[in-house]
């Protein structure tokens, strides 16, 4: 980063509102990761956001000094954190990264971008690995703050994700998922400002979910999901766009979806069938927050938040019909990988006949 020492508007300069003011587009920050496999995998994590309405002003583009605008107008400061997991409890600045920027007049948005490779991607990314895989996520944040006092105007909280064979030379997957974005304003309504939800996500025994249970789980079991959301005041916030992820060592595939009930205020009902044979893992829910306006219509809030819940340590899904934890060749044929110390094709079954499973389960599943 390159930083212009001088001097600067306060925060409740009205000039610095024309900056504020581009913290109020839906969504403010999206993103993506491009991943190269060269011999060593090197991620390319891209971040940007529209500037509609300012993109060619000569003294209020951009929002930070990175995009190139130095003007004495410019009232905030961009920092970037990393966590070491998605439960976001522990944090630390990253002051060693290259930020470049970037711009797109056409479509007057800019973005910012910076490169993981090497130490960098073994020390801001979290490896984990199973029989054929290594899985990396990244937990990051976008920070801006104001340049006079520190105190914080937005929080933009996202996690990147890759898969690769363990050979680099396959990529199977990849992903940017943009959690919540908090903006944070002097007349802040608490509902915007603080929110909470139910950390754990609970097991119930019906859609209905009058008794939460701990089921012994099985491939291909039909289960319902609950998650709980309370709002800070009377507003009435409604859950909606769930995703359902596996996560464990060596695991990251998101679970399809039947279907869901959402039509309690801060509630939501998830049924899905088990698509997973594992040992060791949770199951966690990501929603968004929606309020209702008029006619009962809802409507996106104001800034995105994502809120996030998983299960407590399942010690096993078990295959299905069988009363003991999978062994490798059962979670081969379930999923076509397994636990990391598996070999690379079981030890009981021929790699055809695996093969030939995995093509019958994906043709009736």
């Known amino acids: 980063m390159h930083l212009r020492l001088g001097s600067f508007i306060q925060c409740w300069d009205p000039q610095c509102n024309k900056y504020i003011e581009k913290f109020n587009k839906k969504p403010l920050m999206f993103g993506k990761i491009i991943v190269d496999l060269n011999q060593v995998p090197k991620v390319n994590v891209i971040i940007g956001y529209s500037d509609i309405d300012y993109f060619n002003d000569p003294d209020y583009f951009g929002l930070v000094n990175e995009d190139g605008n130095f ?6 400061n961009l920092k970037i954190y990393k966590y070491t997991s998605n439960t976001y409890s522990d944090y ?16 007057k948005q800019r973005y910012y971008s910076f490169t993981l490779e090497g130490e960098k991607l073994q020390q801001f990314m979290v490896k984990t690995s199973n ?33 690769i064979n363990k050979s680099f030379t396959t990529l199977i997957n990849q992903g940017f998922k943009s959690l919540y974005q908090i903006n944070f304003f002097y007349n802040c309504d608490p509902l915007f400002c603080y929110f909470f939800a139910e950390k754990e996500i609970k097991f119930c025994a019906d859609i209905k979910c009058a008794e939460y249970i701990n089921p012994d789980l099985h491939f291909n079991d039909k289960i319902i999901l609950y998650q709980f959301y309370q709002s800070q005041n009377e507003k009435q916030i409604y859950l909606t766009h769930p995703q359902v992820w596996y996560v464990g060592e060596g695991l990251l595939e998101q679970a399809k979806i039947i279907s869901f009930d959402n039509t309690q205020p ?15 893992l949770k199951i966690q829910v990501t929603s968004s927050l929606e309020q209702v306006i008029i006619d009962g219509e809802l409507s996106d809030m104001p800034t ?21 934890c999978a062994t490798c060749d059962e979670q081969y044929l379930a999923q076509g990988y397994a636990n990391n ?16 499973s995995i093509i019958i389960l994906q043709i009736f599943h």
């Open 71 to 76: 003007s004495d107008s410019i009232c905030f």
């Open 131 to 163: 029989s054929h895989q290594y899985i990396y996520r990244g937990f990051f944040a976008f920070v801006f703050s104001y340049r006079q006092s520190n105190n914080l105007q937005s929080i933009n909280q996202f996690e990147i994700f890759f898969t």
């Open 266 to 280: 801060g509630q939501i009902k998830i049924e899905l069938k088990v698509g997973i044979v594992w040992n060791g």
């Open 304 to 324: 995105p938040i994502r809120v996030f819940g998983q299960t407590q340590q399942i010690y096993c899904i078990k295959a299905q019909g069988s009363e003991s």
């Open 92 to 107: 630390l600045e990253i002051t060693d990264l290259t930020i470049l920027a970037s711009n797109n007049s056409k479509k």
């Open 341 to 356: 110390g598996c070999s690379l094709f079981g030890s009981k079954i021929s790699m055809k006949f695996i093969i030939l």
